[in-house]
């Protein structure tokens, strides 16, 4: 797989191409083996693309399939492949269409996007406007894929994957995700480790973020019930070590884990964030069908918003401070008892840069959750910037309303 | 630049270390000229090393140092120069503080993180255990660091570039980004286009994403004083025919343009969302130094909570639908004279999947604005799936409050 964009390689910015591209071919058993990125240079696109022919039979190209001038995948995979580009009538008149759906007038500089090289079948975008285009060569298949994210996934799921299974059937890899939150990395392999060998051919990978570690258990090249068995023995034997950590299997978010299990219980969620302002619930109305659990909450960023909107006493703050446990415990009821929420989370804290003393340094978080009436707080000093003190407090306040913390 | 990790190649993790260590690169004038990624298996790191190393005269390497089974990057390097791997007592000893000081007992299986090989340098990394290496060799520089982003950003500013700077010197890329919002990349190309021949030495690149487009430029190895000149020119240029698209110059957020005008005019903000559920105000609090501007709002998800918490009458929601302008305003005059914000916006709309009619269908967003007693809406209908629908509007409200929508 192959990214052309010198905006990747200078760092302004990230590939998520890459990942997603990744994910689909990986579930076609067309494991992607190595992955490369060069600037929009045709000779630099040209080289990787020729050493990419050599090293497989199938180069998924991404990038520089549009209008600006510094678009030079097109022509440079012609002259690679030694082929001719045609202007492609149909295209073009599919583009003018498409532009007059939405009322605007095609820019002639979006004429490059019909040419297609020689021998080359365009793909259809309902997206955006560059098609993609694939190339079958003596030298092997190569795909061209315009850069914009959500026209890779329409071309992917539309295009590209059927055609692909067509070609070479499939043979999927299967994998699980167990996701845990709690542990360090580190303390994960010493009670996993001992087991791996007992996985085979199911392999672990450790995969941890800001918030927690993933296990990823992938079952290599084995038929669907052989797979989901194997896979089902080694996620028990991973419970058996480490099932305290363990808050879902599966891809999902610990927000829609969160909303699931109220949903379950007909329970209704609110929160009151300071230091967070608003992204513990950001989180909860990310996952589709939240409105039916999220009632919604109260963004208590200054503390006459604190004494206003939650009834929290001015006394309160000014005898303990705004982050304190007190003043945690009176925003979970002030937003619980405002909103009727059956369960409910309260953050403040000092997120930084600014604002730490040393009885609360940057990264103390005070939180409180209400379910049913009872309040139970905690104290937590995360370690790390603003962004990761916010996204971290977050993580234990989902966690908290989901009862497993 | 190599990162190393099966996750990446299974699409499984974003690869966002390849974008902080590009930009640190360019900075320092030495640009990435290719990127690579290969899975956790010693012969592809050692193959497309060893490649790199023929190509340049610097390989930085990042993954696969971590302590579990699955890290090999540190063996399969010193296999690639034919060095042994020896243990470092003083690095072990460091571990081994750094554990205790956060009330942890270390894990024996940390110790292959005090392995170096041999004439390779240790570098302390503050943020996380594993140190990063750099391996002086005849074939050139490699330089070895571990897969956490944080740590990655650490070892960099302490260790990495000011090592480089030390050996090579230093004459910077300098890049000025100028970012645009409402206006599509093909019609930017085609009132740019002309202009980019008399940019030169400078060089134009856009970076569309979901809620604009980014228009980098670009003085490649010029002096700072004649880069800055070259650049003020073609942002001149720039500005002359794009000028009304333009909010701002520089690597600023939206939100910190919001926050530095609002300042600028002694002015507060305060926000109340429904579709959005938190997002307008979760990307205001997460720039610094927010809450000297930003008061809080009201997530007002559900109906009743739209009724009681902004005063938005049951019978206007009823008679419009919460997905109104009727709506829309209400929400916004009634967070405004709650907290007594100077400056406020309300979001209502349908982020879908589900939800839509013919006359509002998925995408519909009702915005309302107040600033200082005058309220002004918007009726929008955003493309896309419903996290696109949430970013989108939440950018529209914070362009809206910048008064330059």
């Known amino acids: 797989m192959i990214t052309v964009g010198t905006e990747l390689l200078l760092g302004e910015t990230i590939d998520t191409n890459a990942a997603r591209i990744g994910q689909a071919l990986a579930g076609l058993g067309m494991p992607v083996i190595r992955r490369a990125t060069v600037g929009d240079t045709p000779d630099a696109i040209k080289a990787v693309v020729g050493e990419a022919l050599d090293r497989t039979g199938l180069v998924i190209v991404t990038g520089g399939l549009g209008p600006t001038q510094d678009d030079l995948t097109r022509e440079a995979i012609a002259s690679l492949l030694g082929v001719e580009l045609r202007f492609d009538e149909a295209i073009w008149e599919a583009l003018v269409?498409?532009?007059?759906?939405?009322?605007?007038?095609?820019?002639?500089?979006?004429?490059?996007?019909?040419?297609?090289?020689?021998?080359?079948?365009?793909?259809?975008?309902?997206?955006?406007?560059?098609?993609?285009l694939w190339i079958d060569t003596p030298r092997g298949l190569v795909i061209l894929l315009p850069g914009v994210p959500i026209e890779v996934d329409g071309l992917l799921a539309d295009e590209v994957l059927p055609r692909l299974v067509a070609r070479h059937g499939s043979v999927p890899i299967t994998s699980r995700m167990v996701r845990t939150s709690g542990i360090p990395e580190s303390r994960l392999g010493e009670l996993l480790g001992p087991l791996e060998e007992g996985f085979r051919p199911v392999t672990l990978a450790y995969l941890p973020d800001q918030v927690g570690v993933d296990l990823r258990l992938t079952a290599w090249r084995l038929d669907p019930p052989t797979a989901s068995a194997a896979l089902d023995a080694a996620e028990a034997a991973i419970r058996g070590v480490a099932g305290a950590w363990i808050y879902t299997t599966g891809h999902r978010d610990l927000a829609e884990v969160v909303l699931d299990a109220a949903r379950a219980a007909g329970a209704t969620i609110a929160v009151a964030e300071s230091c967070t302002g608003g992204l513990v619930?950001?989180?909860?109305?990310?996952?589709?069908?939240?409105?039916?659990?999220?009632?919604?909450?109260?963004?208590?960023?200054?503390?006459a918003v604190k004494e206003q909107q939650l009834g929290v006493p001015a006394a309160l703050i000014l005898e303990h401070g705004a982050v304190s446990e007190e003043v945690a415990r009176a925003m979970v009821v002030g937003v619980?008892?405002?909103?009727?929420?059956?369960?409910?989370v309260a953050l403040t804290g000092v997120a930084g840069p600014g604002g730490g003393s040393e009885a609360k340094p940057v990264g103390t978080v005070w939180l409180a959750w209400w379910r049913g009436g009872q309040v139970t707080t905690r104290r937590v000093c995360y370690p790390g910037d603003r962004g990761q003190v916010r996204e971290r407090a977050a993580q234990t306040a989902l966690l908290g309303l989901l009862g497993a913390d």
């Open 281 to 303: 619930a950001a989180r909860l109305t990310a996952i589709p069908g939240s409105s039916d659990v999220f009632l919604g909450g109260i963004i208590a960023y200054a503390d």
């Open 336 to 344: 619980a008892s405002r909103t009727g929420a059956d369960r409910a």
């Open 97 to 132: 269409r498409r532009w007059a759906t939405i009322g605007r007038t095609i820019a002639e500089s979006n004429r490059t996007q019909a040419m297609v090289p020689e021998g080359g079948t365009a793909l259809p975008n309902r997206l955006g406007s560059a098609p993609g």
